[in-house]
């Protein structure tokens, strides 16, 4: 099955410095990439996602790249706020195409991630 | 408002007394899903439902059930609670329709088993 390592466990990052989380993935048939934000005391929420067909994708100060080939995807956070302090997951899956296995996300560990003022 | 609500938020039990914990979601989703938390773990998921009477096991399964009986509804229910049950689980919905693989998380259920 999937499995999915994700770097850094922590990260603390001064406000307006970028944070960049990493994440490798070992099955070669994945194809859907979504990374979630969880605040304190909430769950996990959808920022972004990305499909195996793009190699970046951005909106506004998050972005994420996929490299298929080393079988690794990062996002990005620039120009960071406090209010992006929070735990963000990383996920991949075999997307809608497989029968068995749609929806099943594989997540990794999970990133803290501290800004501070 | 479109959400998914769990109940309890919070619940601390003994072992061996059977709980369950709701899930709802008023979004119309075929698809339904538990996962629980653990630190250094990430979400694990528990089963998932493709479709009302429809449910399948996830990755850790074991000391848990599920049923779906209605569209809108997917309890989680603990037979015997043990301590290594101990964990924030959340329930997650999502539709499945076109290239729509969001999906959806509840607030969370903290448990704790003494």
């Known amino acids: 099955g999937e499995n999915v390592e994700q770097h850094p466990s922590t990260l603390s990052v001064q406000e307006g410095d970028s944070a960049v989380i990493k994440c490798t993935y070992s099955?070669?048939?994945?194809?859907?990439f979504p990374w979630y934000k969880q605040e304190l005391g909430k769950g996990p929420q959808l920022i972004i996602d990305i499909r195996s067909n793009v190699g970046e994708k951005k909106d506004q100060r998050i972005a994420v790249t996929l490299n298929k080939t080393a079988k690794h995807f990062s996002l990005h956070i620039t120009e960071t706020q406090p209010e992006d302090s929070a735990v963000y997951f990383c996920a991949a899956s075999l997307g809608i195409m497989t029968t068995d296995s749609w929806g099943k996300l594989q997540f990794g560990a999970g990133t803290q991630v501290v800004v501070t003022p | 408002e479109a959400q998914v609500t769990q109940n309890p938020r919070y619940l601390i039990t003994v072992t061996g007394k059977k709980l369950t914990v709701t899930c709802s979601q008023n979004?119309?989703?075929?698809?339904m899903s538990w996962y629980r938390q653990d630190p250094g773990l990430g979400l694990r998921q528990i089963y998932y439902s493709m479709n009302v009477e429809v449910t399948d096991k996830g990755d850790v399964p074991e000391g848990y059930k599920v049923s779906r009986k209605e569209k809108r509804n997917f309890p989680l229910i603990l037979e015997s609670p043990s301590p290594n049950q101990t964990s924030l689980y959340f329930c997650?919905?999502?539709?499945?329709?076109?290239?729509?693989?969001?999906?959806?998380f509840g607030p969370g259920t903290r448990l704790l088993v003494l």
């Open positions: 099955d070669s048939a994945s194809n859907y």
């Open positions: 979004m119309n989703h075929e698809y």
């Open positions: 997650a919905s999502s539709p499945r329709e076109g290239s729509q693989e969001t999906q959806y």
